[in-house]
């Protein structure tokens, strides 16, 4: 069957053992997750869980149902279905040799990027932007030799009125 | 009012309509027993096991239709109820098990007798908790309960460190559990109601389809009115025996791999299905591509995750079963009853002459005790009276071909997960759930053996049960695939090194009964249920017998190997 990248939006009691309820969920019934990011929300007794997840339609139906079963679940919203914002946060420390210096510069102000350190070597990049951006953006850089990534997983609300 | 925790757990216990628990004792939880001692009005029934005291609870749950519950200390205590857990996890058995822990301060120090034991159950429970905080002790409790009883029933741990047990805080009864983030919907919507009966109009070949749901939200009267009033045949899942009557003309017996042959060409050629309570289990469905390939599929659950998981369904209803089956009998009583079974007399001939030509079927000769003989007789005997308990393999599922339930709560058998050695605990709590009743564990000579120390529980709390061996010293089940699948070769299934099981009956002070003899097997087994106390009785059997009809794992449930 087909699969999609799906993004549900899940709050959850802020409870010891959520995140491990969850986790347990999509292993033991062999989901998978590509990426999840958990904080607090407005409500400190609530935090909101992002998750992207790549399956077909039969499945994310049973992931959302199996998601909401989960006593400490209060609401699974599939954001794939409406208008959203999404975004990833990632730091990138990327080789800045003199000879590329101005073409890094001029990738990181394209994409809208900050560089946050500077090093004898080393640049390090701070990029945010949904998941094709960041694609784009560490393609780019490649050739001037990424040394290391670290990134967050998609976070996204419902736009206002988001149907 | 000041009280321990220990007091607030009894208290609480109690205020759940709970009058027996079962348990074992250990340091994480001797000051739980220490007051326990102490109220002679809640039940505290020793077992020699913990797997023994889940299983009990579970049963208990299920002959007296409420919460069972267990308490076990911290560690190896805590472990061995894992089994017992994921059994009544599986068959959705409502229960609360109790479980010691280390204090607060050693949790996480691989403290003596510290296991995680709500990461170990996390996805064997409906839901657990730590309970770290002495004034969340009694709501806690409550919401357990609460958990466990509502919605699609299931077992709930409630893991309680020592100085919370032991410490002295001013007692509140805790209001009404109410959680923003658990609300199961129990009512069902109309229009799939409505659209429901419509289907029922149209069909012409209906069959209603019942599962454990049916027993646990109590909807078995509704189905049956339903099955009655517009003559459709009802077939059930193992836990769904007892949901309508088996003694009933439109009764097909059980579904699936060992289901009776009309129930199976029944579903295999029916063009509706009205599912209630069941969740498609692969031991019903057969190959799922297969299954019933003409019906429109009606299916009627709590839980929505039930639905569309194994099998597309065309009319999902997500409620409770009787409030759903009780709306469907109001809608079709404002029909004309003439119009819900148009044209049901060919199906009902068809089904009929299913049953004729490929019953259930044995032949008993005079030399060697067949195991089906044995249950037949004990359903005559007992008028199908009886609680059967039973235990794993072919014992169970003759059991379930040959005995007929028609009332529900009256056969308890670990469905989903099949644990072997569940029986004769299992039968020690439905004895103490209902003392005026005959329980009687229908037992195979290897499962027996998994949970054989409970007899000391049965005699020691007076809990007389009848436990009926069908010994063919073999694992009777595995040898039965291996006849079948792997040439006859009967690796590692051979079980002639065997207890003398008259012999272990007095050893335990109970009484023992041997019987080879078809001739003699009525006798015996009056003999056994009539004799007071409890009663093992040890009858060798064919060795080589099986199970029939089979459907092959993989197959259509309509191609099954007969006789
Ligand atoms: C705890 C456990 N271990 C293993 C099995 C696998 N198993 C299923 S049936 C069976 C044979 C049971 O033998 P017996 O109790 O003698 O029953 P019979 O089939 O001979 O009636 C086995 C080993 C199981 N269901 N449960
Ligand atoms: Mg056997």
New binding site residues.
Partial sequence: METNRYLLSILVDDEPGVLSRIAGLFSGRGFNIDSLSVATTADPHVSRITMVTNCDAQVIEQIKKQLHKLINVITVTDLTEKKYVERQLALIKVHAKPEKRAEILRIVDIFRCKIVDVGHSHYIIEMSGNSEKHAAFVSLLKPMGIVEIAATGSIALARENGK | MKLTGAQILIKMIKFEGVDTIFGYPGGATIDIHDELARHPDLRHILVRHEQGAVHAADAYSRAHDSVGVALVTSGPGATNTV?GIASAHTDSIPMVVFTGQVPTALIGNDAFQEVDIVGITRPCTKHNYLVKDPNKLAATIREAFHIARSGRPGPVLVDLPKDIIQAEIEFEMPEETALRSYKPNYNPNKKQLAKAVAMLKEAKRPVIFAGGGVILSRASDALTRIAKMADIPVTGSLMGLGAFPGSHPLWLGMLGMHGTFRANMSIGNSDLIIAAGVRFDDRVTGNVKKFAPHAQIVQIDIDPTSIHKNIPVHCPIVGDCKAALEGILDLMEKEDPETLKIDRAPWLDQIDQWKQTTPLKYEQGPKIIK?QYVVEKLYEITKGEAIITT????????AAQFYHFDKPNHFIT?GG?????FGLPAAIGAKAACPDKLVVDV????????NIQELMTAIESRLDVKIVI???????????WQEFFYDKAYAS?N?ENAPDFVLLAQAYGAKGFRCDDPAKVEETLKLGLETPGTVIMDFRVEREES?YPMVPAGGAITEMLLV
């Fill in positions: 089994t195991p235990e794993v393999g072919q014992n169970q599922m003759w670990s997960l099949g644990v072997m050695g037992a195979g000579d290897g499962s027996i053996q998994m069908l010994n063919n010293r073999y694992l009777g089940m595995v040898r039965q299934t079980m199970v």
